[in-house]
């Protein structure tokens, strides 16, 4: 469904910027019995609002389609998530008095890593998420999960059988949803009078300065700017009371929320908003650069890689994320390039990367079959999987870091 519209302000006054072409949804990893059928694609374009600054796909794919029983994103299989997402927790813990009455619900609850992070500081918690496979992750560790999108009808349900709620928690979910309107509707119906929703997304400043291009993919609708959002939460009759930058995926804002006028302002906004500004992500030229420059590191990663295949070099693909899945895509790498990608989650591991059709196998064949290179399609993890994979280095492996500029390491 082509987006027409402004999705904070509703102004019809866009502008496209970039534009990826067609590809396959990113999470919907492609069994041995699929190859042979046809694979629907989708466009990916990106519009600005001239009005408000928010940038959002300019074509929606319905959520049925990405989430469900294929939906292949677990975020309890890296260490470093899993760290951060029970950092979260302890964080609101502590500057929120947390205690065993407090109900925590989190949109987009995937395997229950942070609402463990919750239930170990004796909160109550609520999952929601309508992917089957993850969300029986969180269930076979004794998590309750909803099986259904967030919604204001879906908060009324919940007031009822639950009351109401201290904090809403999304993490790397907000992008995700196409009425963001309702979505606060639902947290305003949910949330008790000091009650505060956390969101944590990749935001748009760092995307465009380090050319995270691989971030866009028909999950993620929108990409998360302050100025637009605090304008949006206003009208909302919310406050964005603060926000704190993390390098998770690349570079990340954490946005706190609550009721307007309840809580004192942060020094963060005006220092970020003024930051925003200067790095010019609201400016049609700044924008347009950015998506020459992707153009640019197409051809310069595709360069690299041939150049290392005619050398007789072998090249594989080190972990699947969506956002590798974005990127293979987009530059065309096929089997012909690099032979497959290596994989620990066992939702992946057996099948093939959706377009492209790279088998995805399990780890311990980067060991076994000591190729060349191996191209970390989770750059936002390098760190983690260098570590881990030094025996991978000492028989002489290298890593290339494909993103913002492609490196050997």
Known sequence: MKKNSCRLCGSKNLFEFLNLGFSPISDQIVTKEQLDEPEATYPITVNSCTDCGFCQLGFVVPPELMYNENYSYDGSATMGLRKHHISIANQICDNFKLDHDSLVIDVGSNAGV??????????????????????????????EVIGDLFSSELAERIKKEHGQVSVITGTNVFAHIDNLHDFLKAADILLNENGIICIEAPQLMTLIENLEYDTIYHEHLSYLSLRPLRDFCKKMHMDIFNVEFYEIHGGSFRYFIGRENLREISENIPKFLELEEQKEIYKKSRLEKFALDVKNQKQELNSLLWKLKKEGKKIVGISAPAKGNALTNYCKISPDLMDYITELNPLK?????????????????????????????????????????????????????????????
Do not use: T
């Not at 290179?373 to 280095?393: S, T």
């Open 114 to 143: 942070l609402l463990s992070g919750f239930r170990d500081r004796d909160c109550k918690v609520l999952g929601i998420d309508p992917s089957v496979n993850v969300a029986n992750i969180a269930r076979d560790k004794g998590i």
């Open 349 to 409: 591991i057996g099948k093939f990367s959706p377009g492209m059709h790279i088998p995805i196998v399990e780890e311990d064949r980067l060991l076994i079959d000591k190729p060349d290179y191996g191209l970390i399609l989770a750059w936002n993890f390098a760190d983690e999987i260098i570590k881990n994979n030094q025996k991978f280095v000492e028989n002489g492996g290298k890593f290339i870091i494909p993103i913002p500029h492609p490196k050997i390491v």
